[in-house]
Protein backbone atom coordinates (compact mmCIF):
# COMPACT_ATOMS: atom_id res chain seq x y z
CA UNK A 1 0.00 0.00 0.00
CA UNK A 2 1.11 3.79 -0.91
CA UNK A 3 -0.19 6.40 -0.56
CA UNK A 4 1.19 9.55 -2.30
CA UNK A 5 -0.32 13.04 -3.15
CA UNK A 6 -1.08 13.82 -7.17
CA UNK A 7 0.62 17.07 -6.62
CA UNK A 8 4.31 17.80 -6.33
CA UNK A 9 3.98 21.51 -5.86
CA UNK A 10 1.41 24.49 -6.58
CA UNK A 11 0.45 27.80 -5.15
CA UNK A 12 -2.83 28.51 -4.01
CA UNK A 13 -3.78 31.57 -2.59
CA UNK A 14 -5.58 30.44 -0.15
CA UNK A 15 -6.98 26.79 1.93
CA UNK A 16 -9.71 25.65 -0.79
CA UNK A 17 -8.47 23.62 -3.88
CA UNK A 18 -10.40 25.50 -5.92
CA UNK A 19 -7.43 28.31 -4.95
CA UNK A 20 -4.88 26.68 -7.01
CA UNK A 21 -3.22 28.65 -9.85
CA UNK A 22 -3.33 26.16 -12.85
CA UNK A 23 -0.15 27.26 -14.00
CA UNK A 24 1.66 26.13 -11.00
CA UNK A 25 0.96 22.51 -10.56
CA UNK A 26 3.76 20.33 -10.94
CA UNK A 27 2.60 16.32 -10.81
CA UNK A 28 4.73 13.97 -8.84
CA UNK A 29 6.56 11.81 -11.33
CA UNK A 30 3.75 8.80 -11.43
CA UNK A 31 5.59 6.99 -14.68
CA UNK A 32 8.46 6.23 -12.64
CA UNK A 33 6.35 5.27 -9.60
CA UNK A 34 4.26 3.02 -11.01
CA UNK A 35 7.23 1.95 -12.90
CA UNK A 36 9.20 0.84 -9.63
CA UNK A 37 5.93 -0.36 -7.89
CA UNK A 38 4.47 -3.04 -10.79
CA UNK A 39 2.53 -4.69 -7.61
CA UNK A 40 -0.24 -1.91 -7.63
CA UNK A 41 -3.30 -2.93 -8.30
CA UNK A 42 -5.74 -0.07 -7.65
CA UNK A 43 -5.75 3.78 -7.02
CA UNK A 44 -7.70 5.52 -4.59
CA UNK A 45 -7.76 9.60 -4.68
CA UNK A 46 -8.68 11.82 -1.80
CA UNK A 47 -11.64 13.46 -3.46
CA UNK A 48 -13.04 14.77 -6.79
CA UNK A 49 -9.95 17.40 -7.21
CA UNK A 50 -7.08 14.55 -6.81
CA UNK A 51 -8.81 12.48 -9.40
CA UNK A 52 -9.69 14.63 -11.73
CA UNK A 53 -5.86 16.30 -11.60
CA UNK A 54 -4.57 12.82 -11.77
CA UNK A 55 -6.59 12.43 -15.41
CA UNK A 56 -6.20 15.92 -16.91
CA UNK A 57 -2.43 15.97 -15.87
CA UNK A 58 -1.06 12.31 -14.91
CA UNK A 59 -3.01 9.70 -17.22
CA UNK A 60 -1.98 10.63 -20.54
CA UNK A 61 1.82 10.41 -19.67
CA UNK A 62 1.69 6.98 -18.41
CA UNK A 63 1.62 3.46 -19.72
CA UNK A 64 -0.94 1.13 -21.19
CA UNK A 65 -0.69 -1.53 -17.72
CA UNK A 66 -0.77 1.81 -15.33
CA UNK A 67 -3.46 3.70 -17.08
CA UNK A 68 -5.94 0.79 -17.13
CA UNK A 69 -5.56 0.23 -13.12
CA UNK A 70 -9.06 0.70 -11.58
CA UNK A 71 -9.71 3.62 -10.02
CA UNK A 72 -11.91 5.29 -7.55
CA UNK A 73 -12.51 8.51 -6.24
CA UNK A 74 -13.21 8.88 -2.11
CA UNK A 75 -14.59 11.78 -0.36
CA UNK A 76 -12.47 14.11 0.42
CA UNK A 77 -11.07 14.02 4.43
CA UNK A 78 -10.68 17.83 3.65
CA UNK A 79 -12.86 19.53 6.69
CA UNK A 80 -14.00 21.96 3.85
CA UNK A 81 -16.17 18.90 2.47
CA UNK A 82 -18.57 19.45 4.89
CA UNK A 83 -21.32 17.89 2.80
CA UNK A 84 -20.45 14.52 4.09
CA UNK A 85 -20.34 13.69 8.34
CA UNK A 86 -17.18 12.53 9.63
CA UNK A 87 -18.70 8.90 9.87
CA UNK A 88 -20.02 8.64 6.58
CA UNK A 89 -16.51 9.81 5.14
CA UNK A 90 -15.33 7.02 7.19
CA UNK A 91 -17.54 4.49 6.03
CA UNK A 92 -16.07 4.79 2.46
CA UNK A 93 -12.98 4.60 3.19
CA UNK A 94 -13.26 1.69 4.76
CA UNK A 95 -12.98 0.32 1.03
CA UNK A 96 -9.25 0.50 1.35
CA UNK A 97 -8.86 -1.46 4.24
CA UNK A 98 -11.35 -4.60 2.56
CA UNK A 99 -9.02 -4.46 -0.10
CA UNK A 100 -5.95 -4.36 1.52
CA UNK A 101 -7.16 -7.53 3.31
CA UNK A 102 -7.78 -9.33 0.26
CA UNK A 103 -4.21 -9.25 -0.59
CA UNK A 104 -1.91 -11.54 0.71
CA UNK A 105 1.17 -10.84 2.85
Do not use: Y
Not at 5 to 19: H, N
Not at 21 to 47: C, K, L, M, W, Y
Amino acid sequence: MALWDVLKACFRSGILDSAIDDASIVTNDFPEFFSRHQSIERVFFNGAKAESLFVRRVLPGLDEAAAGLPRQRLPSTSPAHAGMRRAQKREAWRVILEVALECPP
